[in-house]
């Protein structure tokens, strides 16, 4: 299983903060990857990070995302700074670093003031 | 950067018939690495294919899916009404590592 926690509600110009918490299996030997969807829209890759920290992003985010992964506590986080009203989404977590099998169930972020 | 173009935008059918998504990409897609999900209203998307025609673990076999190069196919042969949602098809593998398309809708 996985869950996102984080506030719900960001500031424009601030950094939305995100925690995905993975329980019932090991996080060695995976990638785990952010997805967003715009309300509406499709879904779109962030990026994600190996169990050893390595990280790819997509280009269009690169210069504002960091992923990082805490494996003694089956954790890994989205950093977005700068955010603009158009990073309003409903972010997910899952696992992978191609197709998805397992997803979070995704939790919704505005950005307003 | 690789565009997925799928078609149609919105597919009426009813429980019972046969629906034939498609999705076409801008360019070659390398090794068959494709997929296809569902999502319904308030859920995250499922992944019913991967490797272009692999199914997913539970997924039921009236859903296949086929294609290579760029041209790709969902397949379900014989609607149930559960059926009834969006589906999106994924490139992966590339450059972008993931990308997907705008989705089709298959609505009653």
């Known amino acids: 299983q996985l869950r996102e926690s984080g506030p719900g509600l960001v500031k424009p110009s601030e950094t939305l903060s995100l925690t995905c918490t993975v329980s019932?299996?090991?996080?060695?030997?995976?990638?785990w990857s952010w997805i967003r969807q715009p309300p509406g829209k499709a879904p779109e890759w962030i990026g994600y990070v190996s169990d050893t920290g390595r990280t790819t992003y997509n280009p269009s985010l690169n210069s504002r995302v960091t992923i990082s992964i805490d494996t003694s506590t089956n954790q890994f986080s989205l950093k977005l700074a700068s955010v603009t009203a158009a990073d309003t989404a409903v972010y997910y977590c899952?696992?992978?670093?191609?197709?998805?099998?397992?997803w979070g169930q995704g939790t919704l972020v505005t950005v307003s003031s | 950067e690789v565009v997925l173009t799928q078609s149609p935008g919105t597919l009426s059918l009813s429980p019972g018939e046969r629906a034939t998504l498609s999705c076409r990409a801008s360019q070659s897609v390398a090794n068959s690495d494709f997929a296809w999900y569902q999502q319904k209203p308030g859920q995250a998307p499922r992944l019913l294919i991967y490797g272009a025609s692999s199914r997913a673990t539970g997924i039921p076999d009236r859903f296949s899916g086929s294609g290579s190069g760029t041209d790709f196919t969902l397949t379900i042969s014989r609607l149930e009404p559960e059926d009834f949602a969006v589906y999106y098809c994924?490139?992966?593998?590339?450059?972008?590592?993931?990308?997907f398309g705008q989705g089709t809708k298959l609505e009653l």
């Open positions: 994924q490139q992966y593998g590339g450059s972008p590592p993931s990308i």
């Open positions: 899952a696992r992978g670093n191609g197709f998805n099998h397992y």
């Open positions: 019932g299996a090991s996080m060695s030997s995976f990638f």
